[in-house]
């Protein structure tokens, strides 16, 4: 499940929640402990004995009020984490500057630029140009805007190519289509070979425009890519498998980065059991991150997952294996330039060409 202290709609609220509360935790306890010290002056200027006790007890309990202000944030932190202690509340708190806001809107423009490409879908396209708009102006929303104008152009092609196929159609001398009459027949595109199909996060949408996947390939992704997400994808995934019986396909599991937490070795197993011997399936390595840039995702959490999912998956399979893309990743040198400085997770043209060949290497030992 995406985390919504990430969402930067949220995020730019808690900015400003996090600036007054940043303000309220300095200025009302200093109000407090003046009005309170004010008090006993005046008690004790008046030299009442019983008033200068009575100002001494509201001093101590405005005291006392003042400090617990200024902990009223760790206090709801440690709260959140006793009532909902399977998600990540405190990040909310995390917010402190407008750059963090930015890189966020930048982070979803991209995801939905990817699936705007892969969808060729007028929503999404609209959401992918919502992001960009919200983006710090520089090169990298020029760029952005660019690849809007691109995906704009490529869904009036399509949109043009539907109502001809439509005009085409409609004028065709009979009613006989070209589907099946029952006689079995397999066509040609569907026996002659099998294909790939992804499931992974936003990453994995990527693979969608910025690569040559051959057309008997598939991808199913969303871009948080959480377990919510995954058994969603899974299910269409299953569903393409089973409805497909002429020809094995290879499963590619890509996944982590958005929820290096999550118990993504059980995840996959129960994928891999409801998937039976119908299909090859790949446990995809997480892949790296820049540890400088990105502010949820280090390598050193990563390559704990990594040898979690190798552990559990390099062995014991007949049609399960392990791809390790992390190494080679790392292993490339100046590496970090394969991956987009906006969010440090996302990756250039380069960096997934170098995953999706190593991926391609790893499916030939099947």
């Known amino acids: 499940m995406t985390n919504v202290c990430t969402m930067p709609e949220v995020m730019d ?28 002056f005046k008690a004790t200027l008046g030299s009442n004995e019983s008033k200068i006790k009575e100002a001494i007890s509201l001093f101590m309990i405005k005291l006392f009020v003042g400090v617990a202000i200024f902990f009223i944030p760790t206090i709801v932190k440690s709260i959140a984490k006793i009532a909902a202690p399977n998600t990540n509340f405190t990040l909310c708190f ?8 930015y890189k966020a809107y930048a982070s979803y423009a991209y995801k939905m630029l990817n699936r705007a490409r892969g969808t060729l879908d007028k929503e999404d396209y609209e959401n992918a140009a919502y992001y960009v708009s919200k983006m710090q102006d520089g090169s990298s929303k020029t760029s952005y805007e660019k690849k809007l104008e691109e995906i704009k152009e490529l869904i009036g092609a399509k949109n043009t190519q539907n109502s001809n196929n439509s005009n085409s159609n409609t004028g065709s001398s009979n009613g006989n289509s070209s589907t099946g009459t029952g006689s079995g027949n397999i066509t040609q595109n569907a026996s002659s070979s099998y294909g790939d199909i992804f499931v ?23 871009t948080s890519g959480a377990s919510k997400e995954f058994n969603s994808d899974f299910t269409k995934a299953l569903s393409k498998i089973n409805s497909d019986p002429s020809h094995r396909y290879n499963l590619v599991f890509n996944y982590g980065v958005n929820n290096l937490s999550q118990d993504w070795v059980n995840i996959y197993r129960n994928a891999i059991n409801q998937v039976g011997n119908r299909a090859n399936i790949l446990i995809v390595s997480v892949n790296p991150c820049n540890d400088s840039i990105a502010k ?14 190798r552990s559990a998956f390099s062995s014991g399979y007949s049609n399960v294996r392990y791809c390790d893309t ?7 040198p100046n590496y970090t330039s394969m991956i987009e400085t906006i969010s440090g997770v996302h990756y250039t043209k380069a960096g997934s060409t170098l995953i999706y060949n190593q991926i391609e290497s790893c499916l030939k030992g099947f």
Do not use: H, W
């Open 296 to 309: 949820y995702c280090k390598n050193a959490n990563v390559q704990a997952l990594n040898n979690k999912l």
């Open 200 to 222: 992974g996060d936003s990453r994995t949408l990527g693979y969608s425009y910025q690569l040559s996947l051959r057309s008997t390939d598939a991808i199913y992704a969303t």
């Open 326 to 332: 992390y190494t080679p990743f790392v292993n490339t």
């Open 13 to 40: 609220v808690m900015l400003i929640i996090n600036k007054v509360i940043g303000a309220l935790k300095i200025l009302v306890p200093i109000i407090i402990i003046v009005m309170g010290m004010y008090s006993f």
């Open 94 to 101: 995390m917010v402190d500057s407008k750059d963090e806001v």
